[in-house]
C-alpha cells in the first residue's frame, strides 16, 4: 500500500512551458486534492475531485487544469508556467461518504520552480 | 472565510523539555487534522481529531470543539521533532469541499 505518490519530486521549468505534475492513490479514495505551498505559508486548495470525471476548482485555481478520469489518478496541469508558480505542490486523498471521515492524507510533494 | 490561528509562530527548545501548541479556529468544524512538516519538506499526519484527546507515544492532542481550539502537546522533545507542525480544519456545513484550511504553523527548532 503506496498511499499517495506524485511525480517528478523536483523540476526547473522555464517562463511560458507547461507541465503535467502526476498523483496516484491506491487506498480508494473518492476525494482528491491539490494544494500549493508558498514559502513559509500553509497549504492553499487549487483543484479538488469528488470522484471519477468530477473536479472543482478551489481556492486558487488560475493558471492550472486537472482531470479524473479514473479513481486512482488525478494530474494537474500547468500552462504557460510563471514565476508566481513556484511553489511546492502536493496532491491529497481521502474517504468521504455519511458517516465516514476526512482525514487526508498527502504525497511527497513535488518541487517546482519557474525561471 | 474561516480563519485558522496558531501559536506561537517560532519556538526554540531545548532537548527533553516539554511545549504545547495551540490552534484556535473561528467556526465550528466537522475534522482537524495536526501535521508536522519535517525539514525534507514531507506532510505527516499526526493526529485526526475533531473533537476528544488522543495520544502517541510522545505526542498528545486535545480538541475542544465548542471552545474552537485544539492543542498539541509534546513532551520530552527530541532533535527530530524540529520542523514545522500545522493545524488544519474543515469547515462543518453541507455544502463544504471537503478540502482542509491550513494555519501558518508553528516553527519547532529542538537544540541538543
Known amino acids: 500500500n503506496a498511499g499517495v505518490t506524485q511525480t517528478p519530486k523536483f523540476r526547473i521549468l522555464k517562463i511560458g512551458q507547461s507541465m503535467t505534475l502526476q498523483c496516484t492513490q491506491d487506498?480508494?479514495?473518492?476525494?482528491m486534492y491539490w494544494y500549493r505551498q508558498d514559502p513559509g505559508m500553509g497549504l492553499k486548495l487549487i483543484y479538488y475531485s469528488v470522484g471519477a470525471g468530477i473536479t472543482d476548482k478551489g481556492e486558487v485555481p488560475n493558471g492550472y487544469n486537472v482531470s479524473r478520469s479514473t479513481t486512482e489518478d488525478f494530474p494537474l496541469r500547468l500552462e504557460l508556467a510563471a514565476p508566481s508558480q513556484t511553489s511546492v505542490y502536493f496532491c491529497a486523498s481521502s474517504y468521504l461518504g455519511a458517516f465516514a471521515y476526512n482525514e487526508q492524507f498527502f504525497g511527497p510533494g513535488t518541487r517546482l520552480t519557474v525561471l | 472565510g474561516i480563519q485558522v490561528e496558531q501559536s506561537p509562530p517560532d519556538l526554540i527548545l531545548q532537548e527533553g523539555a516539554n511545549s504545547t501548541l495551540r490552534c484556535n479556529f473561528s467556526?465550528?468544524?466537522?475534522?482537524l487534522q495536526w501535521f508536522h512538516q519535517n525539514p525534507w519538506g514531507q506532510l505527516i499526519n499526526l493526529f485526526y481529531?475533531?473533537?476528544g484527546t488522543k495520544q502517541n507515544g510522545r505526542l498528545s492532542a486535545t480538541t475542544v470543539a465548542t471552545e474552537r481550539y485544539s492543542s498539541l502537546y509534546i513532551s520530552s522533545s527530541q532533535t527530530t521533532d524540529s520542523g514545522v507542525y500545522f493545524c488544519a480544519v474543515d469547515l462543518n456545513y453541507g455544502g463544504s469541499q471537503g478540502n482542509l484550511i491550513f494555519g501558518k504553523g508553528t516553527k519547532l527548532s529542538v537544540k541538543p
Open positions: 467556526d465550528s468544524v466537522n475534522n
Open positions: 487506498m480508494n479514495h473518492n476525494y
Open positions: 481529531i475533531p473533537s
